[in-house]
């Protein structure tokens, strides 16, 4: 009877959980879009003018170039990032080369800085006065103008932005293959090129489609990068931002937007379609992998590992140099001023503790939130159609545009008649946009970790009549607590980096970090730009190793128990 009445009232809280998820996703994704959408096909008077928005933009040569100029750069930097990605992933995965972990580290790199740190570096770099431009200074018989302000530094700057992304996905396709493949096409004969053709690319392909459809979609979408470099060549991003900020013509920077998430929305489409046509590459009869040793291959990889490896560190330590040099380049003794950001439009330490505390709420709320929603959606077994439409709520915004996630809000939050009017010019409007911004990867991260957590656990809790609460609190937390605290340090590394999502919602009394990078940035302050970019990638990797000592402590701590359980046993 009791197990009767416990299972009785999870149903009806798994029916309350559904429901309360489905409404939330509704209320902070679906309307938001919804009254984006209908502010397209309105003018500035609010008169309904149908396509009209649509007919000015495209007869507009200056606006209609920007959506070539888009598609133009995300087309090459795909095609370089995911070309480099493949030759970096198959080095660390398939040959003998020395120090893959630093390899790996620095690769990596770029997740922990925001996207107008690579413009910032390469100005640096190959700006007017840049070290290269400029030959060092004029200590190399040598100057090297790439004409940086413009579709090579957009270019540059998102591969670098793009290619940690592109690596992670080739490098879990490359580290999975069934050996024997390879075994019999050399028992047929096939060189290694054949053997490469024939074999590798068909293993990885659909994570190759699937880093290119990525890569695509973030360097179409970003904005910070074009910001710094782009100059006179306008992007769909920098338009929106044009539009809504510049000139305040609202109505046309939802036209732009809604431009803007065609192709993500396509790329997402895709990648949805790809992803369910996998199948499994290694079974139970699989060989692993083995490694031939050849000398040349390796020292061939070994070569592009240390040029991608020294390209990014480059990029890395030419920000760290300029946030120390005094007046680049004309007095270059080190020192802190640029560390002092309350002479400059930065407006001192403000925005990089207002950043930490969005960035920590994020993580916090983000996380629970988007736990307590993979939980629902995957262990609830009422009501299928509502958890499908719950799931959908929650991958949509893998496809959403930052810009367009806070040019919703705009549209949604700032109007009186809405109850939740009251966010709108807070921190919680802030930390809405971030949960939502990045709610996708975190939604699935969780749901890939419940659905590797054994189902008679439930089984059992409802057989011997344990509220679903309790196992969900004394067992399923503690199985997924890596996840989690994955979960938790991806919120915050992003909330501290982002600006597409926040830079129509910060209040004139609470600026961002990377909002203050802009404005600095803006004002001729590159300086101090670099020096607050420098503080948000140590706070990140600082972040990211506690995350790291944090989850190895509870695995110690588990195998711990572990072995003391079996000690017990025997």
């Known amino acids: 009877m009791y197990a009767t009445g416990s299972r009785q009232t999870g149903k009806s809280m798994q029916k309350w959980l559904i429901t309360l998820v489905v409404v939330a996703l509704s209320v902070s994704v679906l309307l938001p879009l919804t009254q984006l959408f209908s502010q397209a096909f309105y003018d500035k008077t609010g008169k309904f003018v149908g396509l009209n928005n649509f007919v000015t933009y495209f007869s507009?040569?200056?606006?209609?170039?920007?959506?070539?100029?888009?598609?133009?750069?995300?087309?090459?930097?795909?095609?370089?990032?995911?070309?480099?990605?493949?030759?970096f992933a198959y080095a660390l995965t398939r040959s003998g080369i020395r120090?893959?972990?630093?390899?790996?580290?620095?690769?990596?790199?770029?997740?922990?800085?925001?996207?107008?740190?690579?413009?910032?570096?390469?100005?640096?770099?190959?700006?007017?006065?840049?070290?290269?431009?400029?030959?060092?200074?004029?200590?190399?018989?040598?100057?090297?103008?790439?004409?940086?302000?413009?579709?090579?530094?957009?270019?540059?700057?998102?591969?670098?932005?793009?290619?940690?992304?592109?690596?992670?996905?080739?490098?879990?396709?490359?580290?999975?293959?069934?050996?024997?493949?390879?075994?019999?096409?050399d028992t047929l004969g096939a060189g290694n090129w054949r053997k490469f053709i024939t074999v590798t690319i068909p293993g990885v392909k659909y994570g190759i489609v699937s880093a290119c459809f990525v890569c695509f979609t973030l360097s179409f979408t970003d904005f910070g990068a074009p910001k710094v470099v782009g100059g006179q060549f306008s992007v769909l991003a920098t338009d929106v931002y044009k539009q809504v900020i510049g000139q305040q013509n609202m109505t046309m920077g939802a036209t732009v937007g809604l431009l803007l998430i065609i192709p993500a929305l396509a790329a997402f489409v895709v990648d949805r379609i790809v992803e369910r046509k996998q199948h499994a590459a290694v079974t139970a009869k699989s060989k692993p992998y083995r490694m031939k040793e050849n000398r040349f291959r390796d020292m061939l990889f070994?070569?592009?590992?240390?040029?991608?490896?020294?390209?990014?560190?480059?990029?890395?330590?030419?920000?760290?140099?300029?946030?120390?040099?005094?007046?680049?380049?004309?007095?270059?003794?080190?020192?802190?001023?640029?560390?002092?950001?309350?002479?400059v439009a930065g407006e001192g330490m403000a925005p990089l503790w207002n950043s930490i505390v969005v960035a920590l709420l994020t993580a916090v709320v983000g996380t629970v939130v988007t736990f307590i929603t993979a939980y629902?959606?995957?262990?609830?077994?009422?009501?299928?159609?509502?958890?499908?439409?719950?799931?959908?709520?929650?991958?949509?915004?893998?496809?959403?545009?930052?810009?367009?996630?806070?040019?919703?809000?705009?549209?949604?939050?700032?109007?009186p008649a809405n109850p939740l009017h009251g966010l709108y010019g807070s921190i919680w409007i802030l930390i809405l946009a971030n949960v939502i911004h990045f709610f996708a990867v975190g939604f699935i991260t969780a749901t890939s970790a419940l659905k590797k957590l054994d189902p008679e656990f439930e089984q059992a809790g409802e057989s011997m009549g344990i509220s679903q609460a309790k196992v969900f609190w004394r067992v399923t937390i503690p199985v997924c607590m890596p996840a989690i605290?994955?979960?938790?340090?991806?919120?915050?590394?992003?909330?501290?980096?982002?600006i597409s999502a926040v830079v129509f919602l910060y209040a004139a009394d609470f600026k961002l970090a990377s909002v203050s990078i802009v404005n600095m940035d803006d004002a001729g302050d590159v300086a101090p730009a670099a020096a607050m970019s420098v503080l948000i990638v140590v706070l990140n990797i600082i972040a990211r190793a506690c995350a790291e000592w944090f989850a190895a402590r509870i695995k110690k701590r588990t195998a711990w128990s572990s072995n003391q359980e079996k000690g017990q046993v025997a």
């Open 60 to 87: 507009t040569p200056a606006l209609s170039q920007s959506l070539t100029n888009t598609l133009y750069i995300s087309a090459m930097t795909t095609l370089i990032a995911v070309t480099l990605a493949f030759l």
């Open 99 to 185: 120090g893959k972990g630093v390899f790996r580290s620095i690769a990596l790199l770029p997740l922990f800085a925001p996207t107008m740190m690579h413009g910032i570096a390469l100005t640096y770099l190959f700006g007017n006065q840049g070290l290269v431009t400029t030959g060092i200074f004029g200590l190399l018989p040598f100057q090297w103008d790439i004409d940086l302000y413009g579709p090579v530094g957009i270019i540059l700057a998102e591969i670098v932005y793009v290619f940690p992304q592109a690596y992670l996905i080739l490098a879990v396709s490359l580290a999975f293959a069934d050996y024997q493949l390879y075994e019999a096409a």
């Open 302 to 343: 070994s070569l592009v590992c240390l040029c991608v490896s020294g390209f990014i560190l480059l990029l890395m330590g030419a920000v760290v140099l300029a946030s120390f040099i005094k007046v680049w380049p004309y007095n270059l003794t080190l020192g802190l001023d640029h560390y002092d950001f309350s002479n």
């Open 376 to 415: 629902t959606i995957e262990k609830s077994n009422v009501w299928k159609g509502l958890r499908q439409a719950g799931y959908f709520l929650s991958i949509l915004p893998l496809a959403l545009p930052g810009l367009v996630i806070g040019l919703a809000y705009i549209f949604f939050f700032n109007n």
């Open 485 to 498: 605290i994955e979960m938790a340090v991806y919120f915050f590394i992003n909330s501290m980096v982002t």
